[in-house]
């Protein structure tokens, strides 16, 4: 799997992470204050969390004075949904050979 991939992955296994890139998904751009109101965490905690989804190219940040703006790149899920193209295609095929199976063992 590519390295790119793999950081992707890597940066959504985690629930707060995860939890940081969907409010920046559903909220649009935010600071990294206004995440660590709502994110339960210290701001430390928020700013590292945000460098390893910056690391996996899922967030871009943009410095306006003495803060920086966060926004979600939804493009950079791109190798996820194609894992979970793959193997969704890979379980579609092993239901209807099941299927034809048991239509078989029924005649």
């Not at 990294?32 to 945000?50: E, F, I, N």
């Not at 004075?65 to 791109?78: D, I």
Request: charged share 30%.
């Amino acid at each position: 799997m590519p390295a790119v991939a793999n950081a992707v992955f890597k940066a959504l296994a985690d629930p707060t992470r995860r939890a940081i890139f969907e409010r920046l998904a559903s909220g649009g751009e935010q600071t990294v204050r206004a995440l660590t109101d709502l994110a339960g965490v210290s701001q430390p905690a928020v700013s590292k969390h945000l460098r390893v989804l910056k690391h996996a190219r899922l967030v871009n940040d943009r410095r306006d004075g003495r803060e920086t703006h966060y926004s979600a790149q939804p493009k950079a899920l791109k190798p996820l949904r194609d894992w979970v193209n793959l193997y969704g295609a890979f379980w579609n095929e092993r239901f209807d050979e099941l299927e034809s199976l048991l239509k078989r063992m029924d005649q």
